[in-house]
């Protein structure tokens, strides 16, 4: 049999021919007591907004081992969305990794990939899926470290990256975590349009109520005015605090063909988003994470950013 080494080393090695950016393995372990009690006074102050599901299924959030019989290894990946081509300036504009195909279904299908061509026959594959802590596995995998803006900072690389799990219930050999290396940065607190982000002590705290990803994506109901009035040209999401880290500025165009914006997408103007009908949603994001906020959320974004004359 091959030994543990050999094993995660090969997995290393087909994740990045599947076209995987960064690999990673941690020991599947209870989540740290400090990060456990941090997520749990983040639930309790209610600054998950109406996310109801990140309550939900505590025990296996804090334990991967009871998602999965025998876990004994997290391997960890990133899939980098960093936009090849991006929307024309001075018409609407999405947040970066929604340009693509839903990224859920791309991940956790090239997660599957890589066991079903290492042999593994037992496995479980993640992406935004499950009540995973990706980042902290992430960062216990030796990708990178959690940045003040809450994403996975990868060095010389950026933020602009999908993570996904696969669970394993073998041996394998263990990368070590990475510091953080922020230092005294907090341009993504300072670029954070409606103060989403706030410095707390010695981190940056997060309160999605504020957050326009939340705010555009997220939530069924009216998007209070106060935030609104920062959504500028940007109708679905929000990249403000990851386009301020200067660990961005390393970040290479994707070459996934399955993120790529189609030509449709790319040629749309405001007055073709204003006049959006529900079979032409359906047909531009057909199998899109855009899909996520509804053709209604859509409009109510539209509507919210367009109508107060964004491009004027």
């Not at 106060?226 to 403000?240: A, F, H, N, V, W």
């Amino acid at each position: 049999m091959m030994d543990k080494r050999q094993l995660s080393l090969n997995i290393k090695a087909e994740a990045k021919n599947l076209g995987f950016f960064a690999c990673g393995i941690a020991r599947a372990a209870a989540v740290d007591k400090e990060v456990v009690d941090s997520y749990r006074k983040w639930i309790d102050n209610g600054e998950h907004a109406t996310m109801n599901y990140l309550e939900n299924y505590p025990d296996k959030r804090f334990d991967p081992r009871l998602l999965m019989d025998g876990l004994r290894s997290i391997v960890s990946v990133a899939l980098n969305y960093a936009p090849s081509h991006t929307l024309p300036e001075g018409q609407p504009q999405f947040a970066a990794y929604a340009l693509g195909k839903d990224y859920h279904d791309v991940v956790k299908g090239k997660l599957r990939q890589l066991a079903e061509r290492l042999g593994f026959e037992e496995y479980r594959a993640f992406c935004d899926s499950a009540p995973v802590l990706e980042r902290y596995w992430a960062v216990k995998a030796g990708l990178g470290w959690t940045g003040r803006n809450h994403q996975l900072i990868i060095p010389r690389a950026g933020s602009m990256f999908f993570l996904g799990e696969l669970f394993l219930p073998v041996e394998l050999e263990y990368d070590e975590e990475m510091e953080p290396r922020c230092g005294n940065c907090h341009a993504c607190i300072d670029a954070c349009p409606s103060h989403a982000l706030t410095m707390g002590e010695g981190k940056s705290d997060f309160d999605a109520r504020l957050c326009l990803s939340y705010q555009t994506i997220e939530n069924r109901g009216d998007i209070p005015s106060e935030l609104s009035d920062k959504m500028g040209d940007t109708i679905y999401g929000c990249d403000c605090c990851q386009k301020a880290c200067p660990w961005n500025r390393f970040a290479q165009p994707n070459t996934t063909p399955e993120l790529q914006p189609s030509q449709e997408l790319l040629e749309m103007k405001r007055e073709d988003w204003l006049s959006l009908t529900e079979d032409d949603y359906r047909h531009l994001f057909k199998g899109s994470a855009v899909k996520r906020a509804k053709y209604s959320g859509l409009m109510r974004n539209i509507h919210t950013a367009l109508d107060k004359g964004v491009d004027e």
